[in-house]
Structure formats: structure tokens, C-alpha cells
């Protein structure tokens, strides 16, 4: 079974898709960008789904993080806006993007 990890500083949310996906995937969760990158030092993640807006940064930042270190783990940053300069920046990573209220979002998870 494939490890994802999930990161969203909503824990409504983060509780939701996780019970989600528990069936196709084992879940690690953080709620912030430095949180997710405790988790993959300590854990082996084999895909990334990260909220955009977090408290203590953004999706794209830890996308960024990750790039840079060579991390190249599958990864779909999810937004509560469909915009169209983000995805094409995120894409530019070699990563996906979704808005959270695509009505496919699960199945886009899936395909990490």
C-alpha cells in the first residue's frame, strides 16, 4: 500500500480526507510545512498532498523545499481557489494541482 502524506492546517478537513483515503493509501498527516518535513525526514512517503495556504507557509514552499533537495515525490498541491498562475507554477515543478472543491479530488489523489 502506498504512503501518502497529507498537509493541511485544517484539522476538520485533514480528518476528512484522511478517513477518505485510509482505504487506498497509509496516511501520515501534518498540519503545517515544517511538521511535513519532520515527517519525510523520519518517514518514507510515496506521495504528497499539501494544502496551499498553512500558518506557517505554503504548499508551494514546501514543494519548493523538497525541489530543491532533489525530493521528487509525487506531489498535488490543493487550493480553495482554482488559480490558473498557481497550478501553472506548481506544474513547473513537475507536480499537480486541484482545487479542494474539485468534484474529482479524491480520484486525482488516487492517481498520485
Given at each position: ?46 506521495a ?12 508551494l514552499?514546501l ?15 490543493m487550493s ?15 507536480a ?17
Amino acid at each position: 500500500m502506498k504512503r501518502l502524506l497529507l498537509v493541511d492546517d485544517n484539522m476538520e478537513f485533514l480528518g476528512l480526507l484522511s478517513g477518505v483515503l485510509q482505504l487506498h493509501f497509509h496516511i501520515y498527516t501534518a498540519t503545517g510545512v515544517q511538521e511535513a518535513l519532520r515527517v519525510i525526514e523520519a518517514a518514507t512517503v510515496d506521495a504528497i498532498c499539501s494544502d496551499f495556504n498553512m500558518r506557517d507557509g505554503t504548499g508551494l514552499e514546501l514543494l519548493e523545499q523538497l525541489r530543491r533537495k532533489g525530493v521528487q515525490i509525487p506531489f498535488l498541491l490543493m487550493s480553495g481557489d482554482n488559480d490558473f498562475h498557481l497550478a501553472n507554477m506548481v506544474r513547473g515543478y513537475g507536480a499537480a494541482f486541484a482545487c479542494k472543491t474539485d468534484w474529482d479530488l479524491v480520484d486525482k489523489i488516487k492517481q498520485l
